[in-house]
């Protein structure tokens, strides 16, 4: 046994005398580091205060306008913002402003000013800081030559005609009208497919694509054939502008891509493929300036499971 | 006066003991902690046939399976503790309410943790050292978040601890294979083990110290036998390994009555639904993380941006201190911390091991990370101090540890109920942690302050408690938290109330609490204006207590 109780120490090391004060040095530094950050950190404003700021905000700006909130993890302005429709995303740029007159931005920490410059970059135009109080800012940006929604698909869901088109001869309606989406939201509309309705169906619905939420047409794609999605007289405007992609949880769990078909009578169609990280990408389709077609969307992929799939898109001009 | 070190530790403890009482009632019930509840009364109702005067029917299958076939996949030390503590104070006492009589074994394996780490640190190196690494472990925001809950991660690092000091006590010593020492050593083993899987992994940490620091392999030698063969000549094996090897599993049998009529096909169970566990999704740097391969330095990463600075930095010292001396010059204290403080996370990093998203999977890694930074810095003081009278030095090393400690302190002030979300300096506190695109808060605990504010919804209301479970909230209303004429709602189309959580793969609950509730909540759980929770509401009654 003895080579086994030579190991039995039960005493403190011994360091030299440098060592000892730089561990010292070491222990009291990250120490006042530490108790610095958690004593004088930004805590940001409270509840009454964004409560104020938010008032400033909902006397300005429309509904049609476009609210976001920096940096994206700081919502609580939603509970008096909520009605706006505020977005809070990291990439703010990446949303789509095109068809917005105004954009909002309501930033806390620094991070309003840290936007300016990138969105002054970017074109739109400034037009001002509407509030600063309490580490609060509001700034407003008017989007240089926004284009006007004609026609939103998203909004007409009523007015299209859906059905599953199994093979080149045949198809099944998916006829069966809903005033609630499958998520249980009143007045948004659905139409459901007669086989696998809890998923096969197409619907407005607020999905989480990439880091947050957008209101969007829910199209799954069935395991084979296509989902067919047809919109009748929509108004020729030049320009077919939509954004779709997979939600964050099929954009992980989902095991392949989706492939949309867009058309306009008369016109041969243009494929557009979504990755499975394609979270909400843009698409866009030149059109006739006059006149109306029959607008289609046809979605195909080669294995549906859990490919959940949201798209929108409007005629601009 | 003469300073002794017990009273300092028995103050300790009934300190933390008592700050976790008076915290716990503020920290929600985290999703699993239902699960157990209902586990820990189921268990604890076998104790009443055991004593009875029918007593042999505790023992036949049928009984046994009426009380403990619920929740198989973990052993029951915790769950009969759990049993044991809510009938004796809540029951039979009335001293606490129904969930604090379950979280009071939480909170006695809590301080149980903080004792063996100071045991422990005691029993290497010297009660300073143990004591501080105790206070060490206690000022971690996350772990004292974790303390509070009825759950396992905290049980298993006291238990872990403790195993390590018992066998490390019998290891050195030349003492006859039943030993009261190696006795105790088998015990704890086994009781380790009736605790949580992590406790398999303690042989690991045992036979390699023996093998790495002993002349044992080296002394494997063949050599001529009496009758004329070849006999392999082997070294000596401590008996502390023997006695845990045999007491252990026969402890963790005895100790779990599912096993008794069936103790393969059952122990088989349960290995392989941990074998087989299903992967818990989480968010790491903006990463949605569901499946294997996972990153590798999960764990070492998230280590680092959610241990308090200063325990940080002088532990990654002792850890490599440790790394030196026990790997290279082979000093077997610690080759043994070394391993066991190793062994957790890199059992995580592991690409295929599920991550379950939390940090407390290799919480049993901290008390020695503890230990090894206490004993770099006390150490250190006495050298610089060592020419000052005692009283001066005594008063010093206080003052130079407890700011030390200031961080964690201060953390743990920052986030008494929302530790689960903490993130130290490093990562910029809780703001940092989002920005980062770190997972906010799990398992739906975080939704405890806005509960108030459904006091006054309209009777029959159905609300979505999201992540939070079923067994969970009738707790909740249990103990008064919600009205009973508030229900449970199973998903958000059919609700009048619902709460949303930052867990991104969640996300598709709040689209669906967006299309139904609309765009606006009434209130949330923020953290430096980091959103944690939002309550969402059709209902005018329901309001916002508990205003930041």
């Not at chain 2, 079923?470 to 449970?488: H, I, Q």
Request: charged share 15%.
């Amino acid at each position: 046994m003895d080579e086994i109780r030579r190991p039995f120490i039960s005493r403190e090391p011994t360091y030299n005398r440098w060592v000892s004060f730089v561990v010292l040095f070491l222990s009291l530094s990250t120490a006042a580091y530490g108790a610095g950050f958690w004593l004088f950190r930004d805590r940001g404003p409270t509840r009454v205060q964004h409560q104020k700021a938010s008032s400033v905000l909902l006397e300005q700006a429309k509904s049609s306008d476009l609210v976001v909130l920096v940096p994206h993890f700081a919502t609580m302005a939603r509970e008096f913002l909520g009605k706006l429709k505020p977005v809070a995303t990291k990439k703010i740029l990446n949303l789509d402003w095109s068809n917005k007159e105004n954009v909002w931005v309501y930033g806390l920490f620094g991070d309003g000013d840290r936007w300016k410059d990138e969105i002054i970059d970017a074109g739109h135009q400034y037009k001002g800081r509407i509030y600063e109080q309490d580490g609060i800012t509001i700034d407003h940006f008017m989007v240089r030559n926004p284009s006007q929604t004609k026609y939103s698909f998203r909004d007409s869901i009523k007015s299209a005609n859906v059905y599953y088109k199994m093979n080149a001869s045949q198809t099944e309606p998916c006829d069966r009208w809903s005033e609630n989406n499958y998520q249980g939201g009143v007045g948004f509309g659905r139409w459901s497919c007669r086989r696998d309705a809890e998923w096969f169906y197409v619907s407005p619905e607020w999905h989480r694509m990439g880091d947050h939420l957008e209101l969007c047409l829910w199209a799954h794609p069935p395991n084979t054939g296509q989902l067919v999605i047809e919109f009748p007289n929509v108004p020729m405007t030049g320009a077919l502008i939509g954004h779709g992609g997979h939600t964050l949880n099929s954009s992980v769990h989902a095991r392949a891509p989706i492939d949309m078909a867009v058309s306009l009578t008369g016109q041969k169609p243009q494929m557009f493929h979504f990755a499975l990280k394609d979270y909400y990408r843009r698409f866009a389709l030149t059109t006739p300036t006059s006149g109306t077609a029959t607008v289609t969307f046809s979605l195909s992929t080669v294995d549906a499971g859990a490919n959940h799939f949201c798209f929108n898109a409007e005629m601009r001009q | 006066m003469k300073f002794r070190w017990s009273y300092a530790v028995a103050l300790l403890l009934a300190g933390y003991f008592t700050i976790l009482a008076l915290n716990g009632p503020a920290i929600g019930f985290v999703r699993d902690e239902g699960y157990y509840f209902k586990a820990a009364d189921q268990y604890a109702g076998w104790w009443e046939t055991l004593f009875s005067r029918d007593f042999t029917k505790a023992f036949t299958d049928k009984e046994i399976q009426k009380h403990f076939s619920y929740n198989t996949e973990h052993p029951p030390l915790v769950k009969l503790s759990q049993g044991i503590t809510h009938r004796l104070f809540h029951k039979a006492l009335g001293w606490s309410s129904p969930s604090a009589g379950y979280r009071i074994a939480g909170y006695l394996f809590a301080c149980l943790s903080l004792l063996a780490t100071f045991l422990l640190g005691r029993l290497l190196f010297s009660s300073a050292v143990g004591f501080f690494a105790a206070c060490l472990l206690a000022t971690i925001p996350r772990y004292f978040f974790d303390a509070h809950l009825a759950c396992f991660d905290v049980p298993i690092t006291a238990m872990w601890t403790l195993s390590l000091w018992a066998f490390w006590r019998s290891y050195g010593k030349a003492c006859s294979p039943l030993s009261r020492s190696n006795l105790l050593a088998g015990l704890i083993f086994g009781l380790a083990i009736a605790t949580k899987l992590n406790a398999l992994f303690l042989p690991f940490v045992f036979v390699f110290t023996w093998l790495w620091t002993s002349s044992f392999l080296k002394d494997i030698r063949m050599q001529a036998g009496p009758s004329g063969g070849t006999d392999i000549r082997l070294g000596t094996i401590p008996w502390v390994l023997i006695v845990c090897a045999v007491v252990g599993p026969l402890i963790f049998f005895v100790a779990w009555p599912h096993l008794w009529h069936d103790p393969i096909g059952r122990t088989n169970f349960y290995l392989s639904f941990h074998l087989n566990h299903e992967h818990y999704p989480a968010q790491y740097f903006g990463n949605l993380l569901v499946k294997p391969p996972f990153p590798i330095s999960f764990p070492f990463v998230m280590t680092a941006l959610t241990v308090p600075v200063p325990l940080l930095a002088l532990g990654t010292l002792g850890f490599l201190t440790a790394a030196y001396q026990g790997l290279i010059r082979r000093e077997p204290r610690y080759c043994l911390l070394f391993a066991a403080c190793a062994l957790p996370p890199f059992v995580i990093a592991g690409p295929n091991t599920p991550i379950f998203g939390g940090v407390k999977h290799w919480y049993n890694a901290m008390p020695l990370f503890a230990v090894l930074a206490s004993s770099i810095l006390i150490p250190c003081l006495k050298n610089i101090l060592a020419g000052w009278s005692s009283s001066v030095r005594f008063a010093l090393i206080t003052c130079i540890t407890v700011f030390t400690l200031l961080p964690g302190v201060l953390g743990i002030l920052a986030s008494p109920t929302t530790g689960i979300g903490y993130y130290n300096s490093i990562a910029g506190g809780y703001q940092g942690g989002a920005r980062l695109g770190m997972q906010r808060g799990f398992w739906g605990g975080l939704v405890r302050p806005n509960l108030e504010g459904l006091r006054k919804i309209k009777p029959g209301s159905r609300v979505f408690f999201n992540r939070l479970n079923y067994d969970s909230y009738r707790m909740y209303v249990k103990e008064g938290v919600l009205p009973s004429r508030v229900y449970y709602a199973n998903e958000a189309k059919s609700a009048s109330a619902a709460f949303h959580f930052e867990q991104p793969e969640h996300g598709e609950q709040e689209g669906a609490i967006w299309s139904v509730l609309g765009t606006q909540p009434v209130c949330g759980v923020y953290v430096d204006n980091v959103t944690l929770g939002q309550l969402y509401s059709k209902d005018p009654e329901a309001v916002c207590v508990d205003e930041p």
